[in-house]
């Protein structure tokens, strides 16, 4: 039964049970047949048949009285009544030995001898009837005589052979019975005796299986089942200190099972605690991180709208940086046409001179300022190179736009200077071209080829301008995708501060359900 349900032991045990019982009821209620018919079968069988043998021997001296009686009384009355005595009789037997014959002929356990003894007594009973009738008939019609002498001759002898015949058979009738009785009484001891064994069995067996399924369940329960109830009902209520009795239970046992669930839920509970608790003080840390990184992306927006403002200011004065250069372009062309007619018109060198000379100090002063442009260009470019290095893979983009600008900053610069440069020496040729008006003629070649190259560098500056008007402009569109950029972030910053303060309230929650569990407390 180690390999069975505690439900098929149960069942098993039960349909033992209910087997035993079965087979205890129909040995009884065979027993019970048995003894009924043993006894219908001396009530109604030997003894009935003795009986009719008493009933036969009554009437047999009933009838010999009847006859006795005629032969010796006088009184017509009483030997009416003898009469009529002795007629009853001989009818009562002549009905007894019929049905006497018709039970020994149908009765199973009728044996030889009991026929035979019959036999003796029909036989007696058919010579003595015809006499006894024959002496009521002689008393009947007064011849007491012969009635006498018959009743003498005839009469007694065959009377006592019949009562002889009948005892015998009553002797016998009750000896058998007797044998029945005893017979009976044996087999009712007998069975009464593998009653009590098959009863002292099914209550052995009953018993064995009783203690064997309760020395299971005891086992595989571990304890009595109020007390599992009353530690899953502790459990159940978060009280998780330790399941009494648990350690000493059978291994397999489900008080042992409900101890280990015990120590493994304290154990989780445990961990559920300090998982929660970490993660509070996590989301407690990454709000706070969240709110600097806020601040400093909020910091950062505006420092971005700030430089955008600037790069707008640049990309205005690189514009007028630009027509300044188209401007000084269109001087150097006429200074040129001017210097071509200064061969035709000497007279006016002098005031040629001076507009050459405070158109020199125009272009010195816009070179100043193209200088001055291209190096603020330059360290706004080194600026926005930093900021895209901070921006990291969004940056990349906008460093390499930065990198041109400084480029063509660098560029601009040194063209400034060159031309500063030339600028500063065409006011020295034109200081002393204005001393030196006789020489004009001679210089004035180098004046035109002077101006010529200053003509084309104004171009370089003027398309340089140009360049750097469209590179500020794609820095003021990436600075103003990064504005874009930095607001967005600065929205994610905020949704990812709620979540992480709504993660913080969760793990609160969670850290206030844990501490509904009891647990025992660890020794120090």
Known sequence: M????????????????????VLVSVFSLHNLAAADARFNGFFHGIDTRESMAVGIRIDANRRAIGVRDM?????????????????????????HLRELRDAVAAAPDAMPRERELLGRIVEVE???G????????????????????????????????????????TDYAGKAGGEVATASTAQYEAQRRWLALISLGVVGIAAGLGWLITRRLTTALGTEPAQL???????????????????????????????????????????VRGSADEIAIASTQIAQGNNDLSARTEAQ?????????????????????????????????NASE???????VVGQVVETMRGINDSSRRIADIIGVI??????????????????????????????????????????????????????DSVARVEQGTGLVDQAGATMTEVVGAIRRVSDIVGEISVASAEQSAGVTQVGEAITQMDRATQQNAALVEESAAAADSMRQQAADMVGAVAAFRVAHAPS
Not at 149 to 167: G, H, I, W, Y
Not at 302 to 329: C, K
């Open 2 to 21: 180690k390999g069975l349900s505690i439900k098929k032991q149960l069942m098993l045990a039960f349909a033992t049970l209910v087997a035993a019982v």
């Open 71 to 95: 032969v010796i009384v006088k009184d017509s009355i009483d030997l009416e009544a003898s009469k009529k005595m002795a007629l009853d009789a001989h009818v009562a037997i002549g009905l």
């Open 126 to 128: 058919e010579r003595y």
């Open 130 to 169: 015809p006499v006894a009738a024959r002496i009521v008939e002689l008393a009947a019609a007064g011849k007491r005589e012969e009635a006498m002498e018959a009743m003498s001759r005839d009469c007694r002898p065959l009377l006592a052979k019949l009562l002889t015949a009948v005892r015998e058979y």
């Open 229 to 271: 109830a009353a530690a899953a009902n502790r459990i159940s209520g978060g009280d998780l200190r330790p399941v009494e009795g648990a350690v000493s239970a059978p291994p397999d046992s489900v008080l042992a099972s409900m101890g280990a669930m015990q120590s493994q839920l304290v154990t989780l509970i445990g961990q």
């Open 301 to 333: 927006a505006s420092a971005i709208e700030e430089t955008a403002a600037s790069m707008e200011q640049l990309s205005a004065t690189v514009r007028q940086n630009a027509d300044n250069a188209q401007h000084a372009n269109q001087l150097a062309r």
């Open 338 to 344: 001017v210097a071509t007619r200064g061969g035709e």
């Open 371 to 424: 200088d001055s442009i291209a190096f603020q260009t330059n360290i706004l470019a080194l600026n926005a190179a930093v900021e895209a290095a901070r921006a990291g893979e969004q940056g990349r983009g906008f460093a390499v736009v930065a990198s041109e600008v400084r480029s063509l900053a660098s560029r601009s610069a040194g063209a400034a200077k060159e031309i500063k440069q030339l600028i500063d």
